[in-house]
């Protein structure tokens, strides 16, 4: 979805290294989350931001940080990267639900490799 | 693009025949149920969703069912294109709570 965006797409780097995913969107939302996705596995979700001054924790936090800078900018840092975090990383975004629509709108993904 | 999903059960059907995608979900309390689509090198694109005072919704070719008593959800796509290629996942999720999404079926159309 154009509406929302992740930056890099694609990013090698080494064990050890502090690494950050960025991601914005222009839909409005206060929602965001992080994800990742391993073959053959679902999605599992890392942070999620209901508005710039809440952040909370997922399924799999550990070794992760984000930041949301701006009802418009979350990012995903990796602080120390290990190999077992090589993934592919979504960023997604809602609206608050209470007009009914609860759906996820998903950047394109930005793939990791942590050698 | 990169693949996704390389260990996925994969679903082969001939272009022009209808596919049935199923899913099984874990929680009977959830009360939200999505479908998508991911392309390869895509993210995540919306299909459907269906509530869970429904047990049916139809889209454009496309139509959901909710099966509550055996947690259960299909996607049926009728008139099978190859630019429905693609893997396909569920995701539940009860007010309140994040999403659960499925591991995902690939779906294959054969010419």
């Known amino acids: 979805d154009a509406d929302v965006t992740q930056t890099p797409r694609n990013r090698i780097t080494k064990t050890g290294k502090r690494i950050m995913l960025e991601c914005s969107q222009t839909?409005?939302?206060?929602?965001m989350y992080w994800y990742r996705q391993d073959p053959g596995l679902g999605l599992r979700l890392i942070y999620y931001?209901?508005?710039?001054?809440?952040?909370n924790k997922g399924e799999i936090s550990d070794g992760y940080s984000v930041s949301r800078q701006a009802q418009a900018k979350f990012s995903l840092s990796l602080e120390s990267a290990i190999p077992n975090q090589t993934a592919l990383y979504f960023c997604?975004?809602?609206?608050?639900?209470?007009?009914?629509?609860?759906?996820?709108?998903f950047g394109p993904g930005t793939r990791l490799t942590v050698l | 693009g990169e693949s996704v999903g390389l260990h996925l059960p994969t679903l082969s059907v001939q272009e022009g025949d209808n596919s049935i995608i199923n899913c099984a979900y874990s929680?009977?309390?959830?009360?939200?149920f999505i479908w998508y689509k991911q392309e390869s090198g895509k993210g995540p694109q919306f299909i459907i969703d269906?509530?869970?005072?429904?047990d049916k919704r139809q889209g454009q070719r496309v139509t959901v069912l909710l099966n509550k008593t055996v947690k259960h959800l299909s996607l049926q796509i009728a008139a099978t294109q190859p630019g429905d290629s693609a893997v396909y996942f569920c995701?539940?999720?009860?007010?309140?709570?994040?999403?659960?999404f499925g591991p995902g079926t690939r779906l294959s159309v054969l010419p």
């Open positions: 997604a975004t809602s609206d608050t639900g209470l007009a009914g629509g609860r759906e996820q709108f």
């Open positions: 839909k409005g939302h206060d929602r």
């Open positions: 931001s209901f508005d710039v001054k809440d952040i």
């Open positions: 929680n009977s309390a959830s009360d939200y």
């Open positions: 269906i509530r869970s005072n429904m």
């Open positions: 995701a539940e999720a009860r007010r309140g709570q994040n999403f659960v």
